[in-house]
């Protein structure tokens, strides 16, 4: 269980403390525990409920679905280049089912990661996605459990941001890669099946949404045209924003109507921030 490779990255919580594994839990020195569960994984998440943003077990599935079949390949490689060599630990805020943090990993023997998402749907399947890899439940609009300065690098793909909390975590001269969809994303999906678009403000908001805490070092475009199925046309609408807001009934027939396969965008940023000093 790779749980044991990155606790000592790990904080309590409740305190803030160190954490160690004992048994199937996590503790810290004022007896705070967190059973780890049966997949490996372990939830930190304390207080209320999760926020209603997590991934649900469809959306999770959806995605598996479509990451493994490597249509997005071309990013998670690009995202594991842009991970510097001597990096030791590297955390995904967000990370889903772990397939680009897995995709790191492998092209970095000697990293472990932390993969952090509050769907533990989608934790529960990162828990299996690289013998490196601890999964962990954690909100990131919450006190992350990561202890300060201690990843090298942090991964965001699709997913929310903290900055302040994203500056506290990384190490100094620490990396952190940012990947958001562009307007082209998706396209002509977008507009065939009534999809959510990115909204153009949105590449702003990367920047203010740090706060001032980070340099932006490089900032790179990837896109590339996959050629989906029908299968893989739901699977792609399943696991994005679209799967919240649209109505489901509709959709099958929607899709149905598509030519057999359809050519479609796939169009990213990322962005490599520096903390600052
Ligand atoms: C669009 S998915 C991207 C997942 C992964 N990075 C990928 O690209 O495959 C967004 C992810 O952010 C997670 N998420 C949403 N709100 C979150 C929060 N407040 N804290 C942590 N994770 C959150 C969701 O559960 C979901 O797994
Ligand atoms: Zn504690």
Redesign the pocket.
Same mark, same amino acid.
């Not at 995904?92 to 089912?97: F, K, N, R, S, V």
């Given at each position: 269980m790779s749980l044991t490779d990155v606790v000592e990255h790990l904080i309590c919580p409740v305190c803030a403390d160190g954490v160690e594994l004992t048994g199937r839990a996590l503790r810290c020195r004022r007896g705070h525990a967190f059973d780890v569960a049966r997949q490996g994984y372990v939830s930190l998440l304390v207080g209320s409920r999760a926020?209603g *943003?997590?991934?649900s077990a469809a959306m999770?599935a959806a995605?598996e679905t479509f %990451?493994g079949a490597g249509h997005f390949a071309p990013l998670a490689e690009a995202v594991a280049a842009a991970c510097p060599a001597g990096a030791r630990v590297v955390a995904?805020?967000? #990370? @889903? *089912?772990g397939?680009?943090l897995a995709e790191v990993l492998d092209r970095r023997p000697e990293a472990v990661g932390i993969a %952090?998402? !509050?769907?533990k749907h #989608?934790i529960r399947r990162a828990a299996r996605a690289h013998s490196r890899l601890g999964a962990v439940v954690?909100? !990131?609009?919450r006190p992350l459990p990561v202890g300060d300065g201690k990843a090298d690098v942090l991964v965001n !793909?699709?997913?929310?941001r903290n900055g302040p909390e994203f500056a506290r975590v990384l190490a100094d001269g620490g990396t952190l890669i940012v990947v958001t969809p562009t307007r082209r994303h998706l396209h002509p999906l977008v507009e065939e099946l009534g999809l959510l678009s990115v909204d153009e403000a949105k590449e702003r908001r990367v920047a203010e949404s740090l706060g001032g805490r980070f340099v932006e070092a490089e900032r790179s475009l990837h896109e590339f045209t996959v050629s989906l199925g029908h299968e893989a046309v739901a699977a792609v609408v399943g696991? @994005?924003?679209s799967a919240w807001h649209t109505d489901p009934g509709a959709m099958p027939t929607k899709i149905a109507k598509l030519p057999k396969t359809s050519e479609v965008a796939a169009s990213f940023r990322m962005s490599i921030f520096h903390r600052r000093l």
């Open positions: 926020p *943003t997590a991934d999770v995605r %990451l995904d805020a967000g #990370a @889903g *089912t397939y680009y %952090l998402d !509050v769907s #989608a954690a909100d !990131v609009w !793909v699709f997913a929310p696991m @994005g924003p």
